[in-house]
T-cell receptor
Framework: GENVEQHPSTLSVQEGDSAVIKCTYS??????FPWYKQELGKRPQLIID?????GEKKDQRIAVTLNKTAKHFSLHITETQPEDSAVYFC????????????FGKGTRLHILP | NAGVTQTPKFRILKIGQSMTLQCAQD?????MYWYRQDPGMGLKLIYY???????DKGEVPNGYNVSRSTTEDFPLRLELAAPSQTSVYFC?????????????FGPGTRLTVT
C-alpha cells in the first residue's frame, strides 16, 4: 500500500524567512497531494493541493512542487509570519477501487520572532 | 451550514466499556472518513465510506466498527475499549470527487481509556 514519509518532524525558522517541508510517497499511481495545516487544539484544514498533471502550484505565500519521477513533493512557505506556526501534514491518494488517503506524520513549524 | 459535527467533545472510558462516537455532515457529501490522531503523530485512517450503505476498512480498523445508513451520519463504534484507543478522533467528509477533493474535518473527540 501507499506510504508517505515527511521531513523534517520539527522546523524552526526566523520570522520573514522561508520554510520548506518535504514528502515522499511510494505508490506511483497516487495522483492527488494535499497539504493540511493544524493549529494547536484545532482541526486540520486544507491549505493547498496539487494533482499529478501539474508540477507546481502557488497561492500567495504558499507553493507546492511535485516531482512524479522522484515521487516527492514539497511545501514552500515564504515570508513566514507568526500565524504560520502550526503542524503541517502532507498526504497522498489515488482514485481507484480502494479510495484511501494516506497522511505523513506531520511537521511542527515554529516561527521565531 | 454547520459543516461536520462530532459528539461528544471529550469522553473518559473504563477498559472494556463501549461507546459510539457520532459524526454528521450537512454538505450532502458522499465520502466520509474516521481518523485517529495519537499525540505528536499524524492521522491514521480507521474506516471510510463512499456512500450510504457502503463502508470499508482503513489502515487501523481493529477494535472499531462503523455503519452508514444515511448520507449525513457516520457513527464509529468502539467495543471493549482498550488503553491503546486513547486518542483524538476526527471525522471528515468530502464531495463528489472523494479522496481527490478537500476533506472537511469535524472538531474532534478526545477519548481517554483508563
Amino acid at each position: 500500500g501507499e506510504n508517505v514519509e515527511q521531513h523534517p518532524s520539527t522546523l524552526s525558522v526566523q520570522e520573514g524567512d522561508s520554510a520548506v517541508i518535504k514528502c515522499t510517497y511510494s505508490d506511483s499511481a497516487s495522483n492527488y497531494f494535499p497539504w493540511y495545516k493544524q493549529e494547536l487544539g484545532k482541526r486540520p484544514q486544507l491549505i493547498i493541493d496539487i494533482r499529478s498533471n501539474v508540477g507546481e502550484k502557488k497561492d500567495q505565500r504558499i507553493a507546492v512542487t511535485l516531482n512524479k519521477t522522484a515521487k516527492h513533493f514539497s511545501l514552500h512557505i515564504t515570508e513566514t509570519q507568526p500565524e504560520d506556526s502550526a503542524v503541517y501534514f502532507c498526504a497522498a491518494s489515488r482514485k481507484n477501487r480502494d479510495d484511501k488517503i494516506i497522511f505523513g506524520k506531520g511537521t511542527r513549524l515554529h516561527i521565531l520572532p | 451550514n454547520a459543516g461536520v459535527t462530532q459528539t461528544p467533545k471529550f469522553r473518559i472510558l473504563k477498559i472494556g466499556q463501549s461507546m459510539t462516537l457520532q459524526c454528521a455532515q450537512d454538505m450532502n457529501h458522499n465520502y466520509m472518513y474516521w481518523y485517529r490522531q495519537d499525540p505528536g503523530m499524524g492521522l491514521k485512517l480507521i474506516y471510510y465510506s463512499v456512500g450510504a450503505g457502503i463502508t470499508d476498512k482503513g489502515e487501523v480498523p481493529n477494535g472499531y466498527n462503523v455503519s452508514r445508513s444515511t448520507t449525513e451520519d457516520f457513527p464509529l463504534r468502539l467495543e471493549l475499549a482498550a488503553p491503546s484507543q486513547t486518542s483524538v478522533y476526527f471525522c471528515a467528509s468530502s464531495g463528489t470527487s472523494g479522496i481527490l477533493d478537500e476533506q472537511y474535518f469535524g472538531p474532534g473527540t478526545r477519548l481517554t481509556v483508563t
